[in-house]
Each structure stands twice: as structure tokens, then as C-alpha cells.
């Protein structure tokens, strides 16, 4: 069984216990226990169920490289699925409940699979489940789907809150190890900005769990000094709890840390994702050990060696009473020295080597440790937990030379550097022989911009796996010279073996497994390459290999060992997958931020907000705009409010919130050169006072957006722009000022905000002016398409008589900060007038009765101005403007173009949004022909009928006919050709 | 080629599966073929495939430089639809969507053609007349979709928030018949059936260069030599700009990294496709439990299959906005591909200015659910020599007469 020992645990705080439950089983750990080392102590090996087969699974790991044990975690709006307990703190009150079986962790149905596993080796459902046709969607997929997936998902809306910051650095280590510590030292002492991240929530990593000697000193002690010495330089910053998450183009790093994962709902956000832009990367994650491939290596009770090691020294937690070592090196030594030193029984140690000799193979025997050479595991006794080995010769087939009887198995096959974060960003790899792992090819880093290096890799990341080795490496990443000494022992090489026994036959290698989570073996890689999924990309997806939630940390080079042997070439040859970001699984509400709910999109508020919010109103969003669509009185509903508005706007006067119109100020002495080009008009001509309606359209020739320009003087116009379109046509005029015609004087400026504005519109719209006050507003002084600076009830005011209703209108702009209070002097002297507010719908209503366009409405990025008859406003003078030579292509200038006409139900009724007119026929590929749709349709209060406009085939020559528009219950609406405008033709009402 | 089944998996379970033989064979080129297909990723297969399933021509090698299906066709978020807006887009898009309803049985390889069911949300009054148009349009196209209300796509994602509080749902565009499949699948489904032709499928082999000779193809350079050719296609979506380069003509295609991202694995909780275009955002959940998770391109070019991470930061919020429940799920993955994106967002298929030389590109954020309708398409255009009414529209010279396909028009996203 596993066991918390009486004594040791460098990282517990035995005065501290701390309860949980895990399954609704009350526990007790300690302060500084992971969940994983408190469930051991609690002898809670098993911990879930594998993805596929669902086996019985315990944990393997101390830390991120974990396959197995993946928990639900809290409860509630707190839930999390697949938390890895060998990286959650324990805390307090913590409930932590198994995943992926059913009815119960001990007796899961799913097993069945696992006895069935001949029949699903990798890849086996794209053989089958082909046959019947409709069986794979309505029987095999809703199978599959519900056995897969791991934790249950989450119901409840997230409780916790997360947020974002930034740093910057000159040096960023990332990893708090003897090594990060090292190069962290010798980078804050030549002044530079140093930031220094480590995942978990202590500083130094391994050093301490494997005895390490440094200058002298103990490596708790050293570590102690260092991080004291770091603390002191104000130019050091130190972050635990932070994970370097990935490291993205031009050295920007992304980390998560963990604030309040081990304190929940204290009121603290719960993670904080930090962008970080360094100006050089030192990557000290460390190495992460590899299981050997025997058979049964994934029974409970079957450990990394190491992390044995880490549970005993961290948390003083024996993992077993019997322990065999299994190995290819000689650091596993380690665990069986030590786990005899703790009174621990180690009935044998198994390498796998013909010898072993090393200083600590020797210390190991001098103990009376008894040690086989040349042998190893042919296969692991126990089904929940490991109750013996079945020793063979390793050059053999598995002939069983003895079974030993144990309660767990620590296994090494040694150890690979981490090479994430130098891998994101295009750093390459070279294979070391001697010690069988893959490491940094310091010659082909990630380059920035200068194309100098971006990352550098410090310790065992770098491949260094002795202490002394370690701090070297880290102190030449640091550009130090002085590195301190540490006393290691002699150690042997690694043997390069990966499957137990190496003549191992297809019954055993079907048990030998690689990912664990995922159930994938070695025969799965085997068939993979037996089938021609060679690449190591095709055996990846094609088992599943690397593709669990430690994405192949724990065994991915195990796999391309045994593919390569499958394939008879050298590893290097097979490559390794592509590292992706994260390093590990980073929370999504971390990477959203702040931005949820109300504030998921800045908000923008016209001035006018607050008054329209206490006013009924409907609200639309209109881009990150909020504008209203109606004011609802009590007991209407839209329709009734909207025409309402309608109504009371043609007859008397209307009030309507147009500061979210875009407008941007155009300036320079080429100012009108420049304005000529973008619009289809010509804008130098014209007079200053006047205004001026203009289109702009892209290249291609096609109407982008629309607006009046305004002449303020000799040098500027004021070009208003649709609300939506504010920012995209300043961008767009910026682009062509930069890169295009950057030798041009002219300058541009969105004022869209600086400026509340306010239409004014109705027959009575001047006299409501006139009520307020000031400036002269009478035709005569201040005709149609002319504006004026004045002030109007005591406010500094610009008028523009312009009007996009067909009333006589005046959109009067104020600065923003007086808008709120220009708009409740209208309202106020509105009142005895009868003035209302209106909205969008309103808005728009009122424009379609008259005829007027809207962009995105008639216009699609498909429409041409000549399509809506606005060939009046394109100037025939000018050489050349945007569009004007994608226009004069034969599609765009062909007579048979749809084009804008009005359209008239014979019924009265309204048309429906988006129908189509079909045509005779059917085209080639046998889609029924149309000669035209619906751009605009409304009920239209003023003419008490249904208006609409559309796009026609030939329209304009087509007045009169009837057409059929499709209906979504499958019948047809006729409608007539008419003119566009359906209200004052002439034009009367806004030249008033 | 032995045929799969579930009989096949019983007969080889009795002997460790150690008689299965390879998916598809691993050719040394010959000197000439019929036809070279650059690009061994979902459309350069299938039109390999259809060009000797319908028309007899097996005489043809398919060119990877990488490993085949690593391109996008590896690494899409593999949405199936076919409710696009303009005629020739939908028919060329429901011609593959009906395709795919019977790929595994024509491939005999299970490529896990899923129909879950796909919503479009449309969270703003503009958005909804858009996709009542798409409808009406699809009525007459013969693609069966509609239109449904807010009550509706809570009861198809029990998940979604309709309520949000800036964007609330108004309703969706629903394909029932669209869905996801297997990527991976879909390539060496195809690629198992080519080889089983007899054609050759040559990866690890890059094209260097295109020889012609008085303005016809001849063949093409590669890192193994050079091959020569009587017809060749050129199907390698964000690279077209740099092999057409080779062949001497330009495109108008740019190349810009699209992102996608996975989370951890979790029991089903949405079964359909839910794209959100406003707020920029679509998820699924694929078979193995995690949700597949995408938005918009990164917006400048780039050939690094890397992408950055803002864009990954936005879909996310998008995301968490209209399914709370996953903010504490955790992203496993984030990757990009290079999509080749044309001016009107719409793709080419195409004769090209070089004689016997023809294109198939443009498919960018949204080709996987054209493969089998594309491949089809193709080998018509490269067996005849002219196009057939599906590819007609598609041809480059429509960019210089203005003959736009904008898709762009109906939806900000279009995968
Ligand atoms: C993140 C992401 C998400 C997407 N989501 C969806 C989605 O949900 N639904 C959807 O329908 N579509 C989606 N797409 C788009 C879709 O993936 C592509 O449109 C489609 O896969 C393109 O297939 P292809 O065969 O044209 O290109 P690819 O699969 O890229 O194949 C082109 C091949 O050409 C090879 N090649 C290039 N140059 C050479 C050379 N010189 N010599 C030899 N070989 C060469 C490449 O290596 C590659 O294998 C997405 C794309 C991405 C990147």
C-alpha cells in the first residue's frame, strides 16, 4: 500500500492537515501536499479510467507529464474537469471526484473494451462501422462519442473571475530550477530586467529531491541563498505559480498563474494570464522522465522513478511497500537507495543493461541491494494494483524467469529535456546519442526579427543531466562565466532500450503501453507503420499517440523509438511531431480575460445614452455601438412604437440621436485632390457652407459606404460616414495615404466622438429650432445642403441641413459634453410641440418610403452605384477616382445588370427580407434561375401598405410588370415594378 | 486493395493484426504520367480520384512535398455545409456535401461523416435579413435549409446563452444535413483508393519548378528528379502563389494564417455546429470529447502555420460569451494553416494562361467541405480540358470581368 512516512517531507507542513474528499471518501493531507501525494497517503492509487479501455489507472507522475490521473474538481459553478492532480495544491475543503466510468471508479462497465481491445487496435474505426450507411450517425458515432471524452462538462456559468497583465523583459527565465535560479543570478547581476516564472509553488525544482551537493552546501540551502540574493535585486522580479505557456513570434511569451486555484473564492481573481514581450528567452523547464515500454506498465502501482523520489522527499510519501526498480540507467539508483534509507523494502532492481558499475549501482549493491543485469519486467501482476513482476532475460522473448511479488514498480528510461517553449517558435532539435534523448540544437534557435536567437535553453532543458553539467550550462545562457560547483556522482550512460523484453512477441507488445490515456501500445505504432502510416505525423493521428492531455509528454519519444525500430531507421530520421502551444492545458476563461458579459466588447455610448435608457428604449447593437431601435411605450409593441415614430415624424416633428454618424475631418492643401479620389464625386468644387452627398467605393468598383461631405474651409471637409462604417473608412483612407499616395499633404482625423449630434426632422423641425433660440434657421439664411456655426439655445452649435427622412430636417452637431444637455433642451422645448424621439427602425422606414439606399441593406460588397441609379453621383469629370476601373469591366458595365427599383405587392402586403424572384428555368446545374431580390422591405405607415426595394434584372426598364417574390412558406408574392421613391417624388417636403 | 469491415478487424484480431496490408504503397516516380497532381491534401487526392473513377485516367502521380493530408486539410476545424449564398458556390458545395454522405462507402474507409446539424446565430437585425436571404436563396437552390427562432437553437444546444447581454440570439440559419468529419480520414481514405488504382502517391517530394514547352506543360522539377507530364493540377491551397510562380502566371490569392484550438476532452454536452459570426466564434465538439474551436484569419500575410495570439484571445471571448459554461475548460492546442483567400473569398478552378496547366485554389478558410464536390469539379476540368457547369463560374477571368462569387457577403466567416 502507499503511505504518508513518519518522518521527512520537505515541502509538507505536518502541523497544518488539511481534509478532503475524494469520491465523497473524507481524506486528510497536509499544507504543501499536491492532491496526488494526499491521495497516496490515503492509499488512493487507483485514480480513473483510460480513455478508450477504460483500465484502471493510479498516477504515474509527479507532475504536468501526468496521462492518468485527470479528476473533476469543486462543484458547481466552481466544477473543473481533468485537473491533474500531480499540479493541484491541496486545500481546505477540496472535492475531487474520478472521471470517465461508470457505475463507479472500482467497477466500470467500459472495461469491456478492454477485453474486447483485439478488436480495436489503433485506427480500427475508419475499418469499420462503414456498413449500414446511416448506422454510423444514429448507432456507432452516439456510441462512441459517449464512451469518449474525459471529465463531465461544466453546467453552471464560470463563478471565478480572471484577468490580464503585461510585463516586459530583458531576461526571461522560465523555470525556477537550480538551473533557472543560476542564469536568473547571473543576469540580475549585470543589471538587466530579469523575470523569472515557475509553475509550481516552490523554487528549485529537483535539485533537492536528488541530493544534489552545490558549492558546498546542500541544495535546499543554496536554493534558500539564491532566491534570497534574487529577492534583493530590485531589477529581479520572482513569479511562482506562473506556467510559461508559449512563446509566439518575435519573443512574446504568454504564462498563466495560478492566483487563487488553491484559495478558492477568496475573492481574488483565479488566474492571471500574463503577455510578456522578452528581449531573450532562458528556458530552464527541466526534463521530464520516460516509462519503459514492458507489458503491464500501466497497472497502478507502476511509477516513474523519479517521481517515486519526488513523493518521498517532497511529502514524505512512500508510494509502496515492496518496491522494484526497473531501469536503463543509473540515476534510478537513486530511488531504491533512497527508498531502503526510508525502511522501505526494494526486492530487486532490473536493469536492462549487460552491466552496471556506476558510483551508484556500487552504493546500491553495498547496501545489499540486490541488482540483475541484463534482465527485465516480461510483465506486471495485478489488475487495480500491482501484486508482483514477472522477471525475463532483456535479449529474450519474455520467457518468465522468476515472479517477485511488489505493490509497485519504479520505472526509468531515462530522461528528455523539455523542449517546448524552444520548439514554438521554430527552434530545432538534434539527437543525442549518448544519452538517447532529443535536446536543443543551440546552432538553429527561434530567430527574431535581427534573425538572432530569441530562445535559449539552460540545464537539463538544454540536455545537461548532472547538477555540475546543470549550472553551467546556466550560467553560459546567462552570459556568466562563473558557475559553482556541485559534487556528482559518476554516472554511466543511458542504453538506448524501449521495449521490454526486446524480442518481444505480438501477445506482449499489445500490453505494452506508450499513451497511456489515450491507450496507445506499441502494437498500435507497430500496425501503424505496418499499414504505411510512416510519417510520424500519420502515426500520430492514426493512434492517437501524443494526443492526450500531456500531449506525448510523458511518452512521446517512445513512441518514435518504437516506430523508428518498426521502420528500421535511425530516430532522427522519424522526426518528432510539431510542439504547439500551451506547454500545458491553459484555462479559456484566462485567455478571455475581463472581457465577459457586459463588458466582453467595449461599449460605446453616444452622450445620450443614460436619457435613452430611462426612456423605453429598444436597444440595437450597431457595430460596438448601442443605438435605439424604438422608445416602446408602456403596452406597445415595436411594430406600434416604430410607427408611431414614423407617424409623428412626417406629421409634426421627430428627434432622433445621430451622434454615433461617422465623421471624419479631412484636411491639407491636397485635401480635395485626395477626396476626389475617394469618392465618385467631386468634392474639390465644392463651395465651403455647402454639403455635398458622396459615395466611396473599393477597387473592385463595388459601394462601400456613403455619407454628406461638408466644405468647413479652403482646406478641410467634414466627411460623415455610416455609423458601422466610422473606423473602417478611416482606415481606409489611411491606407491610402500611407502607402499609396504618402507624398500627398493631407491629414486625417475621426472626430466621430468628439461631436454629439442631433436630428431634428419634421415639418415642424424649424420650428422647434426657433423655440430654442439663436442662430438664424430659415431657409433663406440656411437653405437645403448648406450648414452654418452659430449657437442654438445658448450652445454652440454647427447646423447641416440635410435630411435622410425627406423632411425638412437639420442635424445639428454640438461638442460631445454638451450633448446630453442640447438633447434635453430639445426634448424640453420639443414637448409643447409634441416632438418625440425616434429610432433606427424609424429611421429606416422613413429613408425606404423615400427611397434612399442604405448601405448594407442595398449594397452587399456586390453592387455598383450604377446598380442603384446613382449614376448622378459619379462625376463624369474626373479622370479617375477608386473603383472607376473595375467599373468599366464587362460584368460590372453590362445592360443586364440587376438594378435597384422599387417594388409594389399587388396585396398590399409586405414583402418578405432576403426573398428572391425566380425566374423560368433552371441553370446548369439544375438551380432554379432568379432575376432579382429583395433589398429593403417595410410596412410603411405613411402610404399604409407594404413598400419594398429590390434588385432586378433590368429593372429600371421594367416598370409596370409583376413579379413573384419567393415566400419562406413556399408560396409566391407578386409585385409591381415601381419607382423607388414612394413618398414626395419631388423632392418638396425637405426644401422647405 | 483488401477491403475493411468488421469481419476484416475479427480475421485479423486472431493474428495480432499482423496481416493488414499498407493503406497506400510508397512509389520511386516513373519518368512521365498522364497527369500530376501537385499537392497531396484533400482536393489534390480527390481529384486524383475522380479522375480515375470517372473518367479512366489512373496513368497519374500525386506530388506532396510533406507528408499527404499536412497541409489545411490536416488541420481544419472540418465543418461540412452547403447553405452558401450565391448559385455557384451552392452548388458546388452541396454537390460535395452530397458526396460526403456516401464517401465511406465509396472509399471503404470510415471518414466519420457526421450530419449533427449546423446553426449559423444571427445576433443582430442585419445579420438576421442576411441569413433569411440565404435561405430563400438556398429554397430555389435546391439546398434545404431554414430559418428558426431563438427557443429553437436553445433546444438544439442546451449550452448556448440566448440571453447574453450584448448580442442576444435572434435566431439561426440551420443546415440540418450539414455536420464535421474526419479530416485526416477524408485524405487517406482517398489517398488509400487512388494507390489502389495504381496511381502514385510520391510524398517528402516538393516541386521546384513547372517545364513547358511552346506554351504546354511538360513536367514538372522536383526534389527527386524531374517528372514529366502531358497534364498537370496544381491543388496546393496556400502555396498556389509560389507553384504558379513556377508555371509563370500570377494569381489573386494572398496567403494568411487561419488558427484553431481544441480543449481537453469532455462527455458530450453539444451535438451540433454552432458558428457565431458577429461576435467572430464557432465551436463543435468532435468525437473524442474536445471542442474544436476557430474564428477568423490573423489578417496579414504569412506562410508560418504559426499565427498569433490575439486572434486565439478574441475567438475565445467571443466564445465564452455565447457558452459560459466552458471558461474553465482548458485550451490543449492551438495550431494555424496557411489559407489561400482570393478577393471574393470564392475559389478558383481553373484553366490557367500556361496550356494543360490547371489551378484548383482559393478554398481558404472553408475548403475541407468542398473536397469531394471540388476533386469531382477538377478532374472534369483537367480529363476535358474545359470546364464543366460546376467549375464554369470559377474560373480566374472572372476576376477581370468583374464576375465576382462574394460569399463574403453572407457571412464575416465563412469556414
Ligand atoms: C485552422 C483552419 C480551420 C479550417 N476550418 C475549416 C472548416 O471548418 N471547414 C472547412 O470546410 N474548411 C476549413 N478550413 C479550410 C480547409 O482546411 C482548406 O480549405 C482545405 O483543407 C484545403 O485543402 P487543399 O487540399 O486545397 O490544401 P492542403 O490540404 O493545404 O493541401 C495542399 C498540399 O500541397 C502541398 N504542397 C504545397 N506546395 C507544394 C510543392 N511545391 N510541391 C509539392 N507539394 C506542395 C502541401 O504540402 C499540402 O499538403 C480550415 C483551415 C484552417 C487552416
Excluded at chain 1, 492526450?548 to 518504437?562: P, R, W
Excluded at chain 1, 466621430?752 to 420650428?767: D, H, I, L, W
Excluded at chain 1, 460590372?892 to 426573398?915: F, I, M, N, Q, Y
Excluded at chain 2, 489534390?44 to 507528408?67: C, H, P, S
Aim: contains cysteine; aromatic residues 8%; proline residues 5%.
Amino acid at each position: 500500500m502507499s503511505t504518508r512516512l513518519s518522518c521527512g517531507g520537505r515541502l509538507i507542513d505536518r502541523r497544518a492537515p488539511r481534509d478532503f474528499s475524494f469520491n465523497g471518501k473524507k481524506m486528510r493531507g497536509f499544507l504543501g501536499d499536491t492532491l496526488a501525494s494526499a491521495l497516496l497517503a490515503n492509499d488512493q492509487m487507483l485514480v480513473g479510467r483510460s480513455f478508450k479501455y477504460h483500465r484502471p489507472r493510479g498516477i504515474v507522475a509527479a507532475g504536468p507529464e501526468e496521462p492518468n490521473a485527470l479528476v473533476g474538481l469543486g462543484v458547481g459553478s466552481r466544477f473543473e474537469p481533468n485537473q491533474r492532480v500531480t499540479t493541484t495544491e491541496l486545500f481546505q475543503g477540496l472535492t475531487a471526484t474520478s472521471q470517465n466510468h461508470w457505475p463507479s471508479l472500482e467497477y466500470d462497465v467500459g472495461v469491456v473494451n478492454n477485453y474486447a481491445a483485439r478488436f480495436l487496435p489503433g485506427g480500427f474505426y475508419y475499418k469499420t462501422f462503414i456498413h449500414p450507411r446511416f448506422a454510423w450517425k444514429h448507432v456507432f458515432e452516439p456510441i462512441i462519442r459517449r464512451s469518449a471524452g474525459l471529465g463531465k462538462a461544466p453546467i453552471d456559468r464560470d463563478a471565478d473571475r480572471y484577468e490580464q497583465a503585461y510585463d516586459f523583459a530583458d531576461v526571461l527565465v522560465i523555470g525556477g530550477g537550480v538551473a533557472g535560479l543560476q542564469a536568473a543570478l547571473v543576469a540580475g547581476r549585470s543589471g538587466a530586467r530579469v523575470l523569472v516564472l515557475e509553475q509550481t509553488a516552490h523554487w528549485g525544482g529537483r535539485a533537492p529531491v536528488d541530493e544534489a551537493e552545490i558549492g558546498g552546501l546542500t541544495a535546499d540551502e543554496w536554493i534558500r541563498n539564491a532566491v534570497e540574493a534574487l529577492e534583493g535585486m530590485q531589477n529581479v522580479t520572482l513569479r511562482l505559480r506562473t506556467m510559461g505557456a508559449g512563446v509566439y513570434d518575435h519573443g512574446y511569451v504568454l504564462a498563466e498563474e495560478r492566483i487563487a486555484d488553491h484559495t478558492p473564492a477568496d475573492g481574488r481573481p483565479r488566474k492571471r494570464l500574463w503577455r510578456i514581450r522578452a528581449a531573450k528567452v532562458i528556458a530552464a523547464q527541466g526534463a521530464i522522465e520516460r516509462p519503459l515500454s514492458f507489458a503491464g506498465n500501466d497497472v497502478p502501482g507502476v511509477m516513474l522513478a523519479g517521481s517515486v523520489r519526488d513523493f518521498v522527499v517532497n511529502h514524505a510519501v512512500a508510494p509502496g511497500d515492496r518496491t522494484v526498480v526497473v531501469t536503463n540507467n543509473d540515476d534510478a539508483y537513486r530511488t531504491a537507495i533512497l527508498l531502503v534509507e526510508a525502511g522501505l523494502s526494494v526486492p530487486v532492481v532490473l536493469d536492462a543493461r549487460a552491466a552496471a558499475d556506476g558510483e551508484l549501482p556500487r552504493r546500491a549493491r553495498a547496501m545489499g541491494i540486490r541488482v540483475e543485469t541484463g534482465r527485465g519486467i516480461a510483465s506486471v501482476k495485478g489488475g487495480k494494483r500491482v501484486t508482483g513482476v514477472a522477471v525475463c532475460a532483456q535479449a529474450g522473448q519474455g520467457a518468465v524467469l522468476e515472479t517477485i511479488a511488489c505493490d509497485s514498480v519504479a520505472m526509468s528510461g531515462g530522461w528528455s529535456p523539455i523542449v517546448h517553449l524552444w520548439s514554438h517558435c521554430g527552434g530545432k532539435l538534434i539527437w543525442d546519442e549518448v544519452n538517447a534523448h532529443f535536446r536543443p540544437d543551440p546552432d538553429r534557435p527561434p530567430t527574431g526579427q535581427d534573425g538572432q536567437g530569441i530562445v535559449v535553453t539552460a540545464g537539463s532543458a538544454s540536455g545537461a543531466l548532472t547538477t555540475d553539467a546543470v549550472l553551467r550550462d546556466a550560467t553560459n545562457a546567462a552570459g556568466g562565466t562563473d558557475a559553482p560547483e556541485a559534487a556528482v556522482p559518476q554516472e554511466a550512460p543511458v542504453a538506448a532500450i524501449w521495449v521490454m523484453p526486446q524480442g518481444a512477441g505480438p501477445e506482449l507488445r499489445a500490453k505494452m503501453w506508450l499513451d497511456y490515456q489515450n491507450d496507445v501500445k506499441v502494437s498500435d505504432v507497430q500496425l501503424a507503420a505496418r499499414e504505411g502510416y510512416t510519417s510520424v505525423e500519420h502515426t500520430k493521428r492514426y493512434t492517437t499517440l501524443g494526443m492526450a492531455t500531456d500531449q506525448g509528454k510523458l511518452s512521446n519519444i517512445n513512441g518514435l523509438a518504437v516506430l523508428s525500430q518498426a521502420l528500421s531507421i535511425d530516430i532522427p530520421q522519424v522526426g518528432t511531431t510539431t510542439f504547439r502551444p500551451p506547454y500545458t492545458p491553459v484555462t479559456l476563461g484566462a485567455l478571455a480575460g475581463e472581457a465577459r458579459d457586459d463588458i466582453f466588447q467595449p461599449l460605446r455610448r453616444t452622450p445620450m445614452h443614460e436619457w435613452h435608457e430611462a426612456h423605453d428604449v429598444e436597444w440595437e447593437p450597431v457595430g460596438l455601438w448601442r443605438r435605439p431601435y424604438c422608445y416602446r411605450r408602456p403596452g406597445e409593441t415595436s411594430h406600434q412604437a416604430v410607427m408611431r415614430e414614423v407617424s409623428n415624424t412626417r406629421t409634426n416633428v421627430g428627434l432622433l440621436d445621430a451622434s454615433t454618424l461617422g465623421k471624419i475631418i479631412v484636411k491639407g492643401p491636397d485635401a480635395g485632390k485626395f477626396l476626389d479620389m475617394l469618392y465618385t464625386g467631386m468634392m474639390s468644387t465644392l463651395p465651403v457652407g455647402k454639403c455635398r452627398y458622396g459615395l466611396m467605393c473599393n477597387e473592385q468598383g463595388f459601394l462601400s459606404d456613403d455619407g454628406v461631405v461638408a466644405r468647413i474651409d479652403e482646406e478641410t471637409w467634414l466627411c460623415h460616414t455610416t455609423s458601422g462604417g466610422a473606423d473602417r473608412i478611416h482606415a481606409w483612407m489611411e491606407d491610402w495615404l500611407q502607402c499609396e499616395w504618402w507624398d500627398w499633404q493631407v491629414f486625417t482625423a475621426n472626430v466621430t466622438e468628439q461631436y454629439a449630434q442631433v436630428a431634428v426632422v419634421g415639418p415642424n423641425a424649424r420650428k422647434l429650432l426657433e423655440k430654442l433660440g439663436g442662430m438664424d434657421v430659415s431657409k433663406e439664411t440656411l437653405p437645403f445642403m448648406q450648414w452654418q456655426d452659430g449657437t442654438l439655445g445658448g450652445f454652440r452649435a454647427r447646423v447641416y441641413r440635410i435630411s435622410f427622412s425627406g423632411e425638412l430636417s437639420y442635424e445639428i452637431a454640438v461638442p460631445a459634453n454638451e450633448g446630453r444637455a442640447f438633447w434635453d433642451a430639445c426634448v424640453a422645448v420639443g414637448a409643447e410641440l409634441g416632438a418625440m424621439p425616434y429610432g433606427t427602425e424609424c429611421l429606416h422606414v422613413m429613408r425606404a418610403e423615400k427611397g434612399f439606399i442604405m448601405i448594407g441593406d442595398e449594397t452587399d460588397g456586390t453592387v455598383i452605384p450604377q446598380d442603384l441609379n446613382l449614376g448622378w453621383a459619379i462625376s463624369k469629370k474626373k479622370a479617375d477616382y477608386l473603383g472607376k476601373r473595375g467599373q468599366e469591366r464587362a460584368f460590372l458595365a453590362s445592360p443586364d445588370r440587376w438594378k435597384l427599383v422599387g417594388l409594389e405587392t399587388l396585396d398590399g402586403s409586405v414583402l418578405e427580407d432576403g426573398a428572391y424572384a425566380p425566374a423560368e428555368g433552371l441553370n446548369a446545374n439544375g438551380q432554379r434561375n432568379t432575376q432579382g431580390r429583395v433589398t429593403s422591405t417595410y410596412f410603411s405607415p405613411t402610404l399604409g401598405r407594404g413598400i419594398a426595394m429590390g434588385l432586378v434584372l433590368r429593372g429600371p426598364d421594367r416598370m409596370g410588370e409583376v413579379v413573384e417574390f419567393t415566400k419562406l412558406d413556399g408560396s409566391l408574392a407578386k409585385a409591381k415594378i415601381v419607382d423607388q421613391v414612394f413618398y414626395d417624388k419631388e423632392g418638396a417636403k425637405q426644401d422647405v | 486493395m483488401r477491403r475493411y469491415s468488421v469481419f476484416a478487424i475479427a480475421r485479423e484480431a486472431m493474428r495480432h493484426h499482423t496481416g493488414w496490408e499498407r493503406a497506400w504503397a510508397s512509389p520511386e516516380p516513373r519518368a512521365s504520367y498522364d497527369v500530376v497532381i501537385v499537392g497531396a491534401g484533400g482536393h489534390g487526392l480527390a481529384t486524383a480520384y475522380y479522375l480515375g473513377k470517372n473518367f479512366g485516367i489512373t496513368n497519374v502521380a500525386v506530388i506532396e512535398k510533406g507528408w499527404l493530408g499536412g497541409g489545411n486539410t490536416g488541420r481544419n476545424t472540418t465543418i461540412i455545409r452547403s447553405n452558401y449564398l450565391q448559385d455557384p458556390s451552392a452548388a458546388i458545395y452541396d454537390k460535395a456535401l452530397s458526396l460526403y454522405e456516401n464517401l465511406s462507402q465509396d472509399l471503404n474507409y470510415n471518414v466519420m461523416f457526421s450530419p449533427r446539424g449546423l446553426l449559423m446565430l444571427a445576433q443582430t437585425h442585419h445579420e438576421v435579413r442576411g441569413y433569411l436571404r440565404t435561405v430563400h436563396a438556398n429554397n430555389l437552390q435546391g439546398v434545404k435549409t431554414e430559418w428558426i427562432g431563438p427557443e429553437k437553437v436553445k433546444e438544439l444546444v442546451p449550452i448556448i446563452n440566448i440571453h447574453g447581454p450584448r448580442y442576444p440570439i435572434l435566431g439561426a440559419l440551420y443546415q440540418e444535413r450539414g455536420g464535421t468529419a474526419r479530416h485526416d480520414a477524408v485524405a487517406w481514405g482517398y489517398a488509400r483508393a487512388c494507390s489502389a488504382m495504381g496511381m502514385h502517391i510520391i510524398q517528402q517530394c516538393e516541386v521546384t519548378g513547372v517545364r513547358s514547352e511552346g506554351g504546354q506543360v511538360t513536367g514538372v522539377d522536383t526534389t527527386k528528379g524531374h517528372i514529366g507530364c502531358k497534364k498537370l493540377g496544381i491543388v496546393v491551397a496556400g502555396h498556389s502563389g509560389q507553384v504558379a510562380a513556377m508555371a509563370g502566371f500570377r494569381l489573386p490569392v494572398e496567403s494568411m494564417a487561419l488558427q484553431a484550438l481544441v480543449s481537453e476532452p469532455i462527455k458530450p454536452c453539444m451535438d451540433v455546429v454552432v458558428m457565431a459570426n458577429t461576435v467572430h466564434g464557432y465551436m463543435s465538439q468532435s468525437d473524442k470529447g474536445e471542442m474544436v474551436i476557430g474564428g477568423g484569419t490573423d489578417g496579414f500575410n504569412n506562410y508560418t502555420q504559426r499565427g498569433s495570439f490575439h486572434h486565439i484571445e478574441e475567438t475565445l471571448r467571443a466564445l465564452i460569451e455565447t457558452f459560459p459554461m466552458i471558461s474553465r475548460l482548458k485550451m490543449l492546442r492551438q495550431w494555424g494553416g496557411i489559407v489561400d483567400m482570393t478577393g471574393d473569398r470564392s475559389p478558383l478552378i481553373s484553366k490557367t494562361p500556361l496550356g494543360n496547366c490547371f489551378i484548383n485554389c482559393g478554398w481558404g478558410t472553408g475548403g475541407f467541405k468542398a473536397i469531394p464536390g471540388s476533386g469531382w469539379a477538377m478532374a472534369e476540368l483537367v480529363a476535358k480540358g474545359e470546364p464543366g457547369p460546376l467549375a464554369a463560374e470559377f474560373s480566374i477571368d472572372r476576376f477581370k470581368e468583374g464576375r465576382f462569387i462574394d460569399e463574403s457577403v453572407a457571412a464575416g466567416v465563412a469556414h
